[in-house]
């Protein structure tokens, strides 16, 4: 099955320091993933996406992820963290079922805290 | 911008009443969505649209129906709402050439 694993529920961070939010993925052929971030009672917002090219992939709000086909893994980071980072982020893949219409698989979320 | 509006942000239904979930994009997209979201299993997709009368199952359709009339509306209705549908609805619409999602601000349905 094509799949998402965001393996930590939770990270926290302090204010300043360097974030790192994982994913890894499960998907036949090239992958398309990408990263969205949802704040209280809000819908998510597209954060980026990495199709092909570069593996280092820069997106809003001075994020970025790297993809790594070896380790099938695409970490989203942030050099310096804002307590504004404080949010719940998923990481999603295109899913190419062997009929019918492709669709995004999303993880099951983490929830990022940056403390003053 | 893309603008997806869903028209309840809160509702509050009994047990087997019918529930309708609208929701409306100004972009022309083709490719319509409705996911419900819960709490450590993320988004899971209920049905999809991708043209007018058209409509797929996603990965959890029981218990769900939806309707497109038209292009800018799609609409997800429970017929007999139960307490396992308390959750949170959000719909989206898709790019078809960029492949990004573009989501409304999500319903919040609480079922008593």
């Known amino acids: 099955a094509q799949s998402v694993a965001q393996p930590e529920d939770q990270v926290n961070v302090a204010e300043g320091n360097p974030l790192t939010v994982k994913c890894t993925y499960s998907?036949?052929?090239?992958?398309?993933l990408f990263w969205y971030v949802q704040y209280p009672n809000r819908g998510l917002q597209f954060l980026l996406k990495?199709?092909?090219?570069?593996?280092l992939v820069k997106g809003s709000y001075g994020f970025e992820a790297e993809f790594n086909k070896s380790q099938t893994s695409f970490h989203l980071k942030k050099p310096s963290a804002l307590v504004s980072d404080s949010a719940l982020y998923f990481c999603?893949?295109?899913?190419?079922?062997?009929?019918?219409?492709?669709?995004?698989?999303f993880g099951t979320g983490t929830r990022l805290l940056v403390s003053p | 911008d893309v603008k997806v509006t869903q028209s309840s942000r809160y509702l509050v239904k009994r047990t087997g009443e019918k529930v309708f979930l609208e929701c409306v994009q100004d972009?022309?997209?083709?490719?319509m969505f409705w996911y419900r979201q819960d709490p450590g299993l993320g988004l899971r997709l209920i049905y999809f649209?991708?043209?007018?009368?058209?409509?797929e199952k996603g990965d959890i359709p029981e218990g769900y129906s939806v309707s497109r009339e038209k292009k800018e509306r799609f609409s997800l209705i429970l017929e007999s709402a139960s307490t396992n549908q308390t959750s949170m609805y959000l719909c989206?619409?898709?790019?078809?050439?960029?492949?990004?999602?573009?989501f409304g601000e999500g319903s919040r349905l609480t079922v008593l």
């Open positions: 989206a619409t898709r790019d078809r050439v960029k492949w990004e999602l573009f």
């Open positions: 998907v036949s052929g090239n992958p398309y």
């Open positions: 990495y199709i092909t090219g570069d593996n």
């Open positions: 999603a893949v295109r899913a190419i079922p062997n009929t019918g219409f492709q669709k995004l698989v």
């Open positions: 972009m022309d997209h083709e490719n």
């Open positions: 649209s991708y043209d007018v009368k058209m409509k």
